[in-house]
């Protein structure tokens, strides 16, 4: 029987990472949805027949919720792996940032802020991976929300300079602390003045490497208590 080909090195070491941010996921990520699922349904299971049709709802709503958070780490996570395993490419074409961002917000609760979008005149149709564009804005307008006061101002960029499609959120939120900026779009990395609130750790780093597999980058300006801009340039051409 002919044996199987040895695997490289650098793609042993690659797998053996994958396995760690799998593991390492599901791990911490599962255990609060998962527990909040299970005590509705048992609500549900042992006093359906006392419940009102709003309690009914209300339960079988969290869960759609907490099933749905999963399945976004899940999304999330084998997005992440596939970019690190080389096995998803840069792939664009003429698509409208209006409806992609119109997509990405039309899930968010951003009547709690005051969100306003703004794009130079005449931008729309760009050259992107819409697959690689979803993740970075999503994650982006996600954790301005997540760490901003109700209220407060969101604001969305977006602007061509030459070639490159610039794109800012900018919010007025925590802000990070400096000893953070360094380490920010490291997996599983969060700040530390925001341990209190709930979080991944794996957005920033999908950001940075799908801007990085679309031939872009992003920057971050922010101090504590002030706000947060992140900046990502594109190739758009």
């Known amino acids: 029987m002919m044996e199987g080909k040895p695997i490289p090195e650098s793609q ?4 053996s990472h994958v396995k760690t941010l799998f593991m390492t996921t599901v791990s911490h990520e599962f255990r609060t949805p998962l527990a909040t699922i299970m005590s509705s349904t048992e609500l549900l299971e042992r006093y359906l027949d006392r419940l009102s049709p709003a309690r009914r709802d209300e339960c079988l709503a969290v869960v759609r919720v ?6 976004e780490i899940l999304d999330d996570l084998s997005l992440l792996i596939a970019i690190d395993v080389d096995s998803i490419s840069f792939e664009p074409e003429f698509v409208s940032l209006r409806k992609i961002l ?4 039309d899930r968010m609760d951003l009547q709690f802020f005051d969100w306003q979008p703004s794009f130079s005149e005449g931008l729309d149709m760009i050259n992107a991976d819409e697959g690689l564009l979803i ?3 999503r994650h982006l307008i996600a954790n301005a929300l997540r760490y901003s006061p109700q209220g407060s101002t969101i604001r969305f960029n977006a ?3 030459g070639e ?3 794109m800012e959120i900018s919010d ?3 802000g990070i602390l400096q000893e953070d900026i360094d380490h920010i779009f490291d997996t599983f990395y969060r700040g530390k003045n925001v341990a209190h609130i709930g979080g991944t ?3 920033l780093a999908i950001v940075k490497r799908c801007a990085k597999l679309s031939g872009g980058d992003i920057t971050c300006q922010s101090h504590n208590g002030t706000g947060t801009t992140f900046t990502v340039r594109l190739p758009s051409v």
């Open 12 to 15: 042993e070491a690659k797998l």
């Open 172 to 174: 007025q939120g925590l």
């Open 159 to 161: 602007r061509i300079e």
């Open 102 to 105: 119109h997509t990405v917000t």
């Open 66 to 71: 907490q099933v749905q958070h999963m399945k």
């Open 135 to 137: 993740p970075i804005l």
């Open 164 to 166: 490159i499609l610039v």
């Open 201 to 203: 750790g794996l957005g």
